[in-house]
Every structure is written in structure tokens, then in C-alpha cells.
């Protein structure tokens, strides 16, 4: 069961809080019937993202058996068949679809979100990963199309400053990505093609740009009236200084050994949870007593 839950890259749900963004911000976390349908869309979303993983690893299953790191994946290590991957893959999406039909959400984009969230990264692993830029937007649209998700769950919209914090944070996270893959990776035929495409000085200073242009928009979110109004409190703009903390100890941790993966180094640093478990605490009080 563990070279299944490998497989699935359980881990890598965390991303999946986005969707609880609009609930969170809305003020309506404590909505049962609303909690029920996010939750429901949370585990449409896992599931969908794990068929994702899976369809990629098979692609990709022989350039990973000559890579140092991704040889240890249950695919490419003979762990996993291909054939009970694809099964695997197959199951996890018809599980995904019936989850969200479940939901029951007052959307019918509900229904559009996830298919392109499917189609986008199918394309991406067969080849739009090779095209610069490109691979960076897909990966980029994956975190927004959560946030698009949790809103039409909900029924909840958020602010347009939020959508754009999330988008630059985005941008950062994948080109911190890129540019830790291109200092890691040696220049052999197993390196990501993309690679070739890009210099480490394009990446770092276009990195750090989306960096601060986060820090800026979730500055005017917080102090934007209708979020002061929505909340009712104007407090919020308090936690500035801690969102600006966490970026700078991702930022370190990045700078460290580190092939950028954003999941890897938020679990992979104690201080740097802490801080997002404070920031996370700190927003529940000041929306919700």
C-alpha cells in the first residue's frame, strides 16, 4: 500500500488548501453544508492531481530511470507496473469525477475546472513542458484553477487582489523551481529539456520580482475596503510582517540545497510550518472572533 501512497504523491495535497481559500476569506469556514462540499472538492481535487502524477511518471518512466533521484519512484524502480499505474490512474479519475458530483455545488463550472485541470497537465506531460514559459504558466494555472475551484464549491467570491497574490506566488514558486533545477541538475541528455532555454539569471531576477509583487498585492488585499468591510476588522493588515517572514525563510531555505519543489522545503523546514501555522491562527482570530 505505501508504493501506492508514494505513487499518489499524498504529500503534495497540501497544495489543495487553496481550495479552502474562499470558504476561509468568505468567513464561512464554519458552514457545515459549505464546509461538506469543499471537503468533498478537496478530495475530488487529490485524487485528480494523484491520475496526473501517475499519467506523467509513466510517461516520463524511462529519462527517470537514468535520473539520480527519480529512479526511486515506484514506476520507474519496476515498485509499480505501468499496467496497474494506468489502472491505478483510471480509477483515481472516475473517483475524482464522482466525488464531485457529490459535492452538489451551485456552479456548473465545478464541471469545467476540473477536466481543464486534467487536460492542462496531460498536455504539459506530453510536451508542453518542453516549451519555455509555457511549462512555468501551466504550472502557475494549476494553483489558480484550485482557488477558481474552492469559489465555485462555495459559491463564494474572493478579491480580485487575492486572485492576483496568488497567481505572482505562483509564478515565484515555479520559476524558483526551474532555476533550482537548472543549478542542480547536471547538462547531460537527462536533464529536463526545457532547461536549455533558460539561464539562471533570467529565472533568479524574474523570481524575486514575482516575489515582491506577492508581497505587494496581499498588502493591498489586507487594506482594501471591501476585505476590511467583508472581515470587519481592519486589523488584518497586521499580519504583513508575518507573510513577508515566511517569504523570506522560503526564500533561504530555496537558496539552500534544494530543487526548488515547493512542497519539499514548506515539510522539509520546522521554522517555516511554524510560521505558515501562525499566520494560519492569527487570520482565524482576526475573521472570526
Same mark, same amino acid.
Given at each position: ?37 469543499? !471537503? ?154 526545457? !532547461? ?94
Amino acid at each position: 500500500m505505501k508504493k501506492y501512497l508514494k505513487l499518489m504523491r499524498v504529500k503534495h495535497y497540501v497544495k489543495n488548501v487553496l481550495i479552502f481559500f474562499p470558504l476561509l476569506f468568505g468567513g464561512q469556514l464554519f458552514n457545515g453544508e459549505l464546509l461538506v462540499k469543499v !471537503l468533498l472538492g478537496f478530495a475530488a481535487f487529490s485524487l485528480l492531481s494523484s491520475a496526473v502524477y501517475i499519467v506523467n511518471d509513466i510517461r516520463d518512466v524511462k529519462s527517470d530511470r537514468e535520473h539520480p533521484t527519480k529512479r526511486f519512484r515506484p514506476i520507474a524502480s519496476g515498485e509499480v507496473s505501468v499496467r496497474a499505474g494506468i489502472v491505478l490512474a483510471c480509477c483515481l479519475f472516475a473517483a475524482a469525477m464522482a466525488l464531485n458530483y457529490f459535492s452538489f455545488a451551485p456552479s456548473w463550472t465545478v464541471w469545467l475546472i476540473l477536466p481543464l485541470y486534467f487536460a492542462l497537465n496531460i498536455g504539459y506531460s506530453l510536451g508542453l513542458k518542453d516549451i519555455p514559459i509555457i511549462d512555468i504558466a501551466i504550472l502557475v494555472s494549476g494553483y489558480l484553477l484550485r482557488v477558481f475551484y474552492g469559489s465555485a464549491l462555495s459559491g463564494i467570491e474572493i478579491s480580485k487582489w487575492l486572485y492576483l497574490t496568488v497567481i505572482a506566488m505562483s509564478f515565484y514558486l515555479g520559476l524558483g523551481k526551474r532555476r533550482n533545477e537548472l543549478d542542480s541538475q547536471p547538462d547531460d541528455e537527462n536533464r529536463r529539456k526545457v !532547461l536549455r532555454f533558460y539561464t539562471y539569471g533570467f529565472l533568479d531576477k524574474n523570481m524575486y520580482l514575482c516575489l515582491a509583487l506577492t508581497i505587494a498585492f496581499y498588502s493591498l488585499w489586507s487594506v482594501d475596503a471591501v476585505t476590511v468591510a467583508r472581515i470587519n476588522s481592519s486589523n488584518i493588515v497586521w499580519t504583513v510582517p508575518l507573510v513577508i517572514l515566511i517569504c523570506m525563510r522560503y526564500s533561504l531555505k530555496v537558496e539552500g540545497n534544494s530543487d526548488g519543489d515547493p512542497v519539499e522545503v514548506l515539510l522539509g523546514d520546522k521554522m517555516l510550518l511554524a510560521l505558515v501555522a501562525l499566520l494560519g491562527v492569527v487570520m482565524l482570530a482576526l475573521i472570526y472572533l
